[in-house]
């Protein structure tokens, strides 16, 4: 049975005149820290992934460097357009689906978008809800996800760090 771990990127800098263009925002010195611990708490708990797929923006890519960079095995990290804002469960699944069946994936993503899909993974109505640097842990029953998922644990940064 195939593991998705569901993870909103890490704190980033606030949208301003510094950063004009949203996709290229980084990851705050303190989101960078925090989620450096969130990924340490998810290894001691023996809650990690094999593959990293990414949004490709820069918040998000700088997350999922945070996770190769903690969990041991590292993981491989794959950026995958459709986990940019604003697209569909069904795109996200259609590119999900091109990668080879893991035991264990992790997915880097963006509010709404995440939490929508998160409810469409386990035929929820209402999206689930993630702080910046949460995480959510979807047991599946194949793989490319389908929408009998379970939910099997949503953790705020404040639980894991």
């Known amino acids: 049975m195939p593991t998705l771990f569901l993870i909103r990127h890490?704190?980033?800098?606030?949208r301003s005149e510094d950063w004009p263009d949203d996709a290229l925002r980084p990851l705050t010195a303190k989101g960078a820290a925090r989620m450096k611990k969130i990924a340490e708490?998810?290894?001691a708990l023996d809650e990690t992934a094999e593959v990293v797929l990414t949004s490709p923006l820069t918040r998000a890519a700088e997350t999922a460097q945070?996770?190769?960079a903690v969990w041991t095995p590292s993981p491989s990290v794959s950026i995958v357009g459709e986990l940019a804002p604003d697209h569909t469960a069904a795109a996200t699944v259609a590119a999900l689906g091109k990668f080879k069946a893991s035991a264990r994936v992790a997915v880097v993503g963006h509010e709404p978008d995440l939490g929508a899909f998160a409810a469409w993974l386990i035929g929820a109505r209402t999206p689930l809800v993630f702080k910046k640097g949460g995480v959510a842990r979807i047991d599946l029953p194949a793989w490319p996800p389908t929408r009998a998922g379970q939910l099997v644990w949503l953790a705020t940064p404040k639980i894991l760090v």
């Open 66 to 68: 945070i996770l190769k």
């Open 41 to 43: 708490r998810l290894s």
């Open 10 to 14: 890490a704190i980033a800098e606030a």
